[in-house]
Structures are given as C-alpha cells and as structure tokens.
C-alpha cells in the first residue's frame, strides 16, 4: 500500500481558515471565497480536499461519485485524514464530493433531512471548473442584498430545477458548495436561483 499524502501543514489553523471561508459563503450566497487549498489525491480538487479535512470527522459519512470513487487513494486520503467512514449509500452521506458536476446525481438522491431535524440533511460539494460572479445565475434570497449573479460550469442541465426543487422543499434539502480550484461558492438550501 502506497503511503498517504499530507494533509494540511498547520493543521489547526488552516483549518479554522477554512471553515470562516466556508460559513462565510454560506451566508452571502453566491459569492466567490478564496481559500488555503490542499494538494490531495486526484481527481479530489485542492478547494473540496480543504473542505472535507476541515467539515469531516468520525461522525460524518462521505459519498464519492464515481470518478472519485475509482481513484482509491481519494478514500483513504480521506479517511486517514479525519477519521470519516466513507459510504456508498448518498442517502446516508453527511457530505458527498463530486467530481463530474455534470453528472451529479439527482438531489433528492442524498438525505434531505426531516422537519423536524432539517440539519441531517447532505452538503453536496461539486467540484467545478469555472467560477465567478459577474455572469450566470441570478440569485435572491438571505444574506444577498437585492441580487447577485454566480457563474459556475459544468453542472448538471437541468441545475435550475434542482434548485427551485430543492427551495420548494425548506428548511429541508441539500446545501451545494461549488469548488474551484483554491475557490468556494456557495447555493444553501434558501437561495432563490434564475437563469442569467
């Protein structure tokens, strides 16, 4: 068995910059955030490997898609690093990471959480190849004053309707956290998306 890469030089601190980074996009919705990446095993993106290192622990299950799932070297990168048990059920993921955005599974193929406990719900990072704010989406919603537009690619074509779907469904549904590169944006389950 090969031997698993580093995580985080300075563990605690980058971290903690990682999870501001994180919050704070999710309350300022589609706004672009940079952050300390990570080298990780490939395919998993330097921004979603900062993310799992920093959101994973021994209590939250992680789901891999399948390009993901056939690099094996992702999984115990993963697991050596945090301690999270890796499942192959998405309904019972506390997060899934997803290489091919295009080809993510339907939402409502991951735990969308009850009305009573809309936080067991999953957080659906989708690794993306371009992101910005000045084009696509138009969103609405908490933590937007009036508007603002978000442009990721690729994702899946009928993205637009997950998103309504996933609003109709509040306080349940998924989170999605887009991550590119050294970069994270985030579309929480409260935001109001149209087509740019």
């Given at each position: 068995?090969?031997?698993?890469?580093?995580?985080?030089?300075?563990?605690?601190?980058?971290?903690?910059?990682?999870?501001?980074?994180?919050?704070?996009?999710?309350?300022?919705?589609?706004?672009?955030?940079?952050?300390?990446?990570?080298?990780?095993?490939?395919?998993?993106?330097?921004?979603?490997?900062?993310?799992?290192?920093?959101l994973l622990d021994?209590?939250?299950?992680?789901?891999?898609?399948?390009?993901?799932?056939?690099?094996?070297?992702?999984?115990?990168?993963?697991?050596?690093?945090?301690?999270?048990?890796?499942?192959?059920?998405?309904?019972?993921?506390?997060?899934?990471?997803?290489?091919?955005?295009?080809?993510?599974?339907?939402?409502?193929?991951?735990?969308?959480?009850?009305?009573?406990?809309?936080?067991?719900?999953?957080?659906?990072?989708?690794?993306?190849?371009?992101?910005?704010?000045?084009?696509?989406?138009?969103?609405?919603?908490?933590?937007?004053?009036?508007?603002?537009?978000?442009?990721?690619?690729?994702?899946?074509?009928?993205?637009?309707?997950?998103?309504?779907?996933?609003?109709?469904?509040?306080?349940?549904?998924?989170?999605?956290?887009?991550?590119?590169?050294?970069?994270?944006a985030a579309l929480?389950?409260?935001?109001?998306?149209?087509?740019?």
């Amino acid at each position: 068995m090969s031997a698993v890469a580093a995580g985080f030089a300075a563990p605690v601190l980058a971290a903690q910059a990682t999870f501001r980074t994180v919050m704070d996009a999710m309350a300022r919705p589609g706004t672009v955030r940079q952050l300390a990446g990570i080298a990780a095993p490939a395919p998993l993106s330097p921004a979603a490997a900062a993310i799992a290192l920093t959101l994973l622990d021994y209590e939250t299950p992680f789901w891999l898609d399948p390009p993901l799932a056939a690099a094996p070297q992702v999984a115990r990168w993963i697991s050596f690093h945090t301690g999270a048990p890796r499942t192959h059920d998405p309904a019972t993921a506390a997060f899934a990471f997803v290489a091919d955005s295009a080809a993510a599974p339907p939402f409502d193929t991951f735990a969308l959480g009850s009305q009573e406990y809309p936080d067991r719900s999953t957080t659906l990072v989708l690794q993306v190849e371009h992101l910005r704010e000045d084009a696509g989406l138009v969103l609405r919603g908490p933590g937007i004053a009036g508007r603002r537009r978000l442009a990721a690619s690729p994702l899946p074509a009928d993205f637009l309707d997950r998103l309504a779907d996933n609003r109709a469904r509040f306080p349940r549904g998924i989170d999605v956290v887009l991550a590119h590169a050294n970069a994270v944006a985030a579309l929480p389950r409260s935001v109001h998306a149209a087509g740019g």
